[in-house]
């Protein structure tokens, strides 16, 4: 089944920009969406269709894709943004909504 | 504002089956779709199926032979229906809203936790 690879783990000091890849090479043309979790709390929808922010996702979140890889990146980041980031994707070969597995981002 | 809330019975007998229900205030689950998707420390954010206008279903093929999703659009509810649980069924389970024309979830509840005992 497509299974869509993260890193497990980001650490980047509080200023400085977090980069956080999905798919290693194999995103396919696949649109794709961004969450992020923090801990207890449901996912929240932070960048949608590669590069598009929800109302209230400050720009600090910035989406882009590659058509082989994904990427979210976020600028000057902050103590709140310590949280698990998800990418998301349409899979057309089985009908089906196949997530990432996730990235720990951690604010030194 | 739309919000959305999920209830389950917390903890279930492995081979028992579940049932899990979400509620919609604010909004209906009229014309959208209304998905499930669990997390479970095995597998991570797994999406189950949605249901679509209270009525049209589809379902991810790994689940597709023991759960049913169903909808009653005069209670604005969705229920989650599995047949017979085992410890990997253990997780939270969210109620998620799917934007119209895009593939990407942007209202969820704050997810039901179950438990799965042997």
């Known amino acids: 089944s497509y299974v869509l690879t993260q890193p497990p783990s980001v650490s980047v000091a509080p200023g400085q920009t977090a980069n956080i890849l999905c798919g290693e090479n194999?995103?396919?043309?696949?649109?794709v969406h961004w969450y992020q979790q923090r801990p207890g709390q449901a996912p929240v929808l932070v960048v949608y269709s590669d590069s598009d922010r929800p109302s209230g996702i400050p720009e600090r979140f910035f989406g882009s894709n590659s058509g082989k890889t994904a990427s979210l990146t976020i600028t000057g980041v902050e103590a709140g943004d310590e949280a698990d980031y998800f990418c998301q994707a349409w899979d057309t070969d089985t009908n089906n909504y196949v997530f990432g597995t996730g990235t720990k981002v951690t604010v030194l | 504002q739309v919000q959305v809330q999920e209830s389950g019975p917390g903890l279930v007998r492995s081979s028992e089956p579940l049932s899990l229900s979400c509620t919609v205030s604010g909004g209906s689950i009229s014309n959208s779709y209304w998905s499930w998707v669990r997390q479970t420390p095995l597998k991570g954010l797994e999406w189950i199926g949605y249901i679509y206008d209270g009525a049209g279903t589809n379902y991810n093929p790994s689940f597709r032979s023991r759960v049913t999703i169903s909808g009653d659009r005069s209670k604005d509810q969705v229920s989650l229906n599995v047949k017979s649980v085992t410890a990997a069924d253990t997780g939270t389970y969210y109620c998620a809203r799917k934007i119209s024309g895009k593939a990407a979830f942007d209202i969820w509840g704050p997810g039901t936790v179950v438990a799965v005992s042997s």
């Open positions: 194999n995103i396919g043309g696949r649109t």
